[in-house]
């Protein structure tokens, strides 16, 4: 079956100061991980027109045509923003398997559009349960003053100002959503910058602001081959916010470049999230790597690529775990036969052999897979992978390897795996199973991590990293929340 192309929204076009414009910078292309085939050739923004969009976004913001809003005037335009994006449903689909390289029948669809687009409406619904005032708990002593004047001391929830939005590669509607949404309904001004390699779905949002009639300024859209435009929006005076998923290794210099203006920071980076299977949970582990393989080809900040299970239990659990993986179908995205797709690009399918290699050549088996396969001949295929680790020290279990890679450790005892899953530079996500709940919850409760049994498909719901997982949560209460300044307003009687 040939792959299906989306049309490419807005003719490729950026969107700044509510208009769509060509980009006047360098030609970049946008290639099809699963059939190594150009999609789209696209210009990309120059350095002027990434400022020019931050400019535009700064005006519209001091000018208050967006935050004077109220929250259900704001909330109104951007269900039409929702409406516009809902009827693309079949082209964003096309954009996900063409761009992003998910296989269309992939349960990791769900995460790509469908999640996403309910999201979108929830996110309006939670900002506007929200006070826009909230009262401090000052003592009554403290309330009277030597004058006998009352004061009256609140908390108001205020837009950051402008945000700079940049996305990562893996869901890319998914991402660009949950910082774009939340951002707007508070009354913030955005620039949105996609990942390079996955640009198009952004553009959508370009053509759904132009549909719902946001204000100029309000919501922009740069894209470009490169990093100077990302550097430029993390570093910039006029800009307030950045809000970045990717990498922990960018993630630090995205915090190094905001420091001089003290932007604020949503970091949202990478993990190395331990699946610990109590004994009375073993069972249940015959699944653990096909889930992470199968997961968008293991492209998931959030997913348990470290699986810990009882040492007794380990080899009868690994011949399961194979099992699962023995019928895998690889291939083209847009194939509904296909069950595990590719993953990004020929440098990530390099990273993966790469790490492979190292765990082996520091004790690890290779029970399943550990390299390219012979077939298909095109396309950024890894072949589902399980590695059977000595130890938690391994590289494999340190490193972030991002592709259809799942590393099998046994544990001792509960001290012990409780001790190998906190033994990580990463805090993202964490899962816990056992039939004793009591039990597992006690365990859960000792993980230095910032989700415990994943990140919900929730807008009600946050998650967030620890240590090089990131900074800030999204979804949820506080995934608004980051987006608005506090001020505290003292406010003294006669």
């Known amino acids: 079956m040939a792959a299906m192309i989306a049309p490419i929204p807005c003719s490729g076009r950026l969107f700044i100061g509510g208009k769509a414009v060509g980009g006047e910078g360098e030609v970049f292309s946008v290639v099809n991980p699963g059939t190594e085939e150009i999609v789209a050739q696209l210009p990309g923004a120059s350095g002027a027109q990434v400022e020019a969009a931050i400019h535009a976004a700064r005006r519209a913001c001091d000018s208050g045509a967006w935050s004077s809003l109220t929250a259900s005037q704001r909330a109104e335009i951007l269900r039409r923003l929702m409406a516009h994006l809902a ?7 096309e954009l996900a398997v063409c761009e992003a390289g998910c296989p269309v029948n992939s349960g990791s669809m769900v995460a790509q559009v469908g999640a996403p687009l309910q999201h979108g409406l929830d ?8 006070p826009e005032f909230e009262e401090n708990p000052l003592p009554f002593a403290q309330r009277i003053t030597p004058r006998a004047a009352a004061i009256q001391s609140l908390r108001r929830y205020m837009p950051v100002g402008v945000v700079a939005a940049i996305s990562a590669y893996n869901f890319p509607f998914y991402t660009n959503l949950w910082k774009v ?17 996955t640009p198009l779905a952004a553009l959508m949002f370009a053509e759904a602001a132009q549909a719902a009639e946001l204000p100029p300024g309000v919501l922009n859209v740069v894209v470009e081959g490169g990093a100077a435009g990302g550097i430029t929006l993390s570093t910039h005076q006029d800009v307030d916010m950045v ?15 905001a420091s001089s203006t003290m932007k604020r920071l949503q970091l949202e980076l990478g993990g190395k999230s331990a699946q610990i299977y109590l004994p009375d949970g073993v069972e249940e582990a015959r699944a653990a790597a096909a889930v992470v393989c199968l997961s968008h080809a293991g492209q998931g900040c959030a997913l348990g690529t470290r699986i810990f299970v009882p040492e007794a239990e380990k080899a009868r659990l690994l011949e399961r775990m194979a099992a699962t993986l023995a019928n895998v179908v690889m291939g083209d995205p847009a194939d509904p036969k296909t069950t595990l797709g590719p993953v990004i690009s020929a440098a990530q399918r390099a990273r993966c052999q790469h790490y492979v290699d190292l765990a082996v050549a520091e004790g690890a088996r290779i029970v399943c897979g550990g390299k390219m396969p012979a ?14 680790l000595p130890s938690n020290r391994n590289p494999a279990a340190q490193e972030e390897i991002f592709g259809p890679v799942a590393c099998v450790i046994g544990y001792r005892d ?15 996500s964490g899962y816990v199973y056992g039939k004793d709940v009591k039990q597992a919850i006690a365990l859960a409760s000792r993980i230095r991590t910032g989700t415990v049994n994943g990140a919900l498909l929730s807008a009600y719901a946050s998650s967030g990293g620890w240590r090089l997982s990131g900074i800030g949560r999204e979804r949820g209460v506080e995934g608004l929340r980051i987006y608005q300044q ?9």
């Open 87 to 93: 009827a693309q449903r079949q082209r964003l689909i």
């Open 123 to 130: 996110i309006l619904d939670l900002f506007l349960k929200l």
């Open 181 to 197: 949404l939340p951002a707007l309904i508070a009354g913030n001004c955005v620039v949105l910058r996609p990942s390079p390699l």
């Open 243 to 257: 809000a970045f998923t990717g990498s922990s290794a960018v993630g630090k210099q995205v915090m190094a470049q």
């Open 375 to 388: 077939s298909p001949r095109r396309g950024f295929f890894f072949e589902p992978t399980i590695l059977e």
């Open 414 to 428: 509960l001290d012990h795996v409780v001790e190998m899953a906190n033994d990580s530079l990463y805090g993202l």
């Open 486 to 494: 506090v001020q505290v307003m003292n406010i003294q009687g006669a």
